[in-house]
């Protein structure tokens, strides 16, 4: 097979080994340093990915990803809502800010008021201890958070009182708040810092609690994909039909946010070794063209165009450039797989010897390699521009 003469001697420089064992050694560390940023780069991506992904399973799968106050007998925006994204349910919610006063202690609580058999799935998942058919059954139970059964240090089946500020009432003792006596029925474990505030009861006792001009309930929506949510609640603001629209950024957007530009931040800082690693290959290149001044020249009197001789260091160089990040990848795709595996096989504990969760994104993996061989594009442009710059009759004049 018959190769265009600039592919063909751009990798003949590339495999050579024999001439200026320094120009090797700076060629080597190019690739290797390349090799090594794209791995690191791919596994810390991965990671945040997962992080990001069990926050989200974890925190968005017991907050609502949407809230809306909407007449109770108009489905339109139901329809319209699950014409444009995946919905996964959309049940009656009620939820409102409680004291929960235990005999040693007294702390603020999220009440949320749900229907049993309406429950979301993950919400299912997270029951530690009891059973959410006892919220239907028995009147007046709760479902607590195991961080704040711990904090009121409760068990099942202990009575706690719920305060209401709302809808007090003035007796001859001064002002009362709204209360009732509520049984622990169920412990939550989501593995997530809600289980210190929220608090689960049956929809129609927090009703009862709750003053007449605030028993309305909203609409509960859980999305496929959280994220989605503010979009859709600005859309669903234009909706007249719809009194007001609340998606999950109100409570836990700056966590989310922060985690973002942590990811952001990390992407960035990987990417500049991978920046310094490829203009590593400036020098190997610059170097090479130094050195093979005799040889540019030659090709230039033999008739080589400027285009073709561009194309003999950018070749070399970009070879060098995709060898380390192909071996990059494959090293990060590798090493994120087995990740826990070798760090248990290392002995290596990470935040008390938890799993780390690993999601690989493959959009992701593509955009550092792209990003990889791009650098090491810009790299290899100025090497290559001065090899065309040689003048044939300077170099050969003391031949």
Do not use: C
Not at 9 to 21: E, F, T, V
Not at 328 to 347: E, K, P, R, T, Y
Not at 357 to 362: E, F, N, Q, T
Not at 377 to 383: F, G, M, N, S
């Amino acid at each position: 097979m018959h190769l265009p003469v600039s592919l063909f001697i751009g990798l003949r420089y590339s495999q050579s080994r024999k001439g200026n064992a320094f120009i090797s050694f700076i060629t080597l560390f190019s690739v290797a340093g390349i090799l090594l940023g794209v791995m690191a780069l791919t596994i810390v991506s991965s990671v945040m990915n997962g992080f990001e992904a069990e926050l989200k399973r974890r925190i968005l799968g017991v907050v609502p990803h949407l809230i809306v106050q909407a007449p109770q007998g108009d489905t339109r925006w139901q329809q319209r809502l699950q014409q444009q994204v995946k919905v996964l349910d959309i049940t009656p919610f009620l939820q409102t800010e409680a004291l929960v006063q235990a005999p040693r202690q007294l702390t603020a609580v999220m009440l949320q008021g749900l229907t049993p058999e309406q429950l979301p799935q993950f919400l299912k998942q997270s029951l530690a201890l009891g059973d959410w058919q006892t919220l239907s059954e028995q009147r007046y139970s709760m479902m607590l958070g195991r961080g704040l059964a711990e904090q009121l240090d409760v068990h099942l089946g202990q009575q706690i009182r719920v305060l209401l500020a709302q809808g007090g009432s003035h007796t001859p003792l001064g002002w009362m708040p709204r209360q009732r006596l509520f049984t622990v029925a169920g412990i939550i474990d989501t593995g997530s810092e809600v289980d210190s505030v929220i608090a689960i009861t049956a929809q129609e006792d927090l009703m009862r609690l709750l003053p007449v001009a605030e028993r309305t309930p909203s609409w509960r929506v859980s999305l496929l994909e959280p994220f989605q949510a503010p979009l859709l609640a600005e859309q669903l603001s234009a909706d007249t039909q719809i009194s007001s629209v609340q998606d999950w950024r109100q409570s836990h957007g700056k966590l989310f946010a922060a985690v973002a530009m942590e990811k952001a931040m990390m992407w960035l800082m990987l990417l500049l070794i991978v920046a310094v690693a490829a203009f590593n290959i400036v020098s190997a290149l610059v170097m090479m063209v130094t050195e093979k001044q005799a040889e540019v020249a030659i090709l230039k009197t033999q008739g080589m165009t400027d285009r073709a001789l561009f194309f003999v260091f950018a070749i070399q160089g970009l070879f060098n450039g995709l060898l380390g990040a192909v071996l990059g990848v494959m090293a990060g795709v590798l090493v994120s797989w087995q990740l826990n595996a070798l760090l248990d096989l290392f002995n290596f504990q990470v935040a008390g010897g938890i799993q780390l969760p690993v999601l690989m994104d493959a959009s992701q993996i593509a955009t550092i390699f792209i990003s990889a061989i791009g650098l090491t594009l810009l790299a290899v442009l100025y090497p290559a521009w001065r090899a065309v710059k040689i003048n044939p009759a300077e170099v050969l004049r003391d031949e």
